[in-house]
């Protein structure tokens, strides 16, 4: 499950800020809006709707975040 953010610009791709996913083999957040793209391991227990709550719980905080470390200079 993740979070994209979509610039303005008419053309411009939208970009992954967030995402909570199993890929190597545990629930794991990947803060990709943080310079250093952060992973938090979040244990075997946490369910999809932990992760579903997070994500549309803050996803303003995180989208702030992104916009400010990635375009605000």
């Not at 953010?5 to 957040?29: C, K, L, M, W």
């Not at 938090?40 to 995180?62: I, K, P, Q, V």
Request: proline share 5%; net charge negative; aromatic share 16%.
């Amino acid at each position: 499950m993740s979070i994209h953010f979509q610039p303005n610009h008419p053309y411009a791709s939208h970009v992954e800020i967030a995402r909570i996913d199993t890929e190597h083999g545990e629930p794991h957040f990947d803060r990709l809006y943080e310079p250093d793209q952060r992973k938090d391991w979040l244990g075997h227990d946490y369910t999809y709707e932990d992760a579903r709550r997070e994500l549309l719980s803050n996803w303003r905080e995180y989208a702030d975040q992104f916009l400010e470390n990635h375009y605000c200079e």
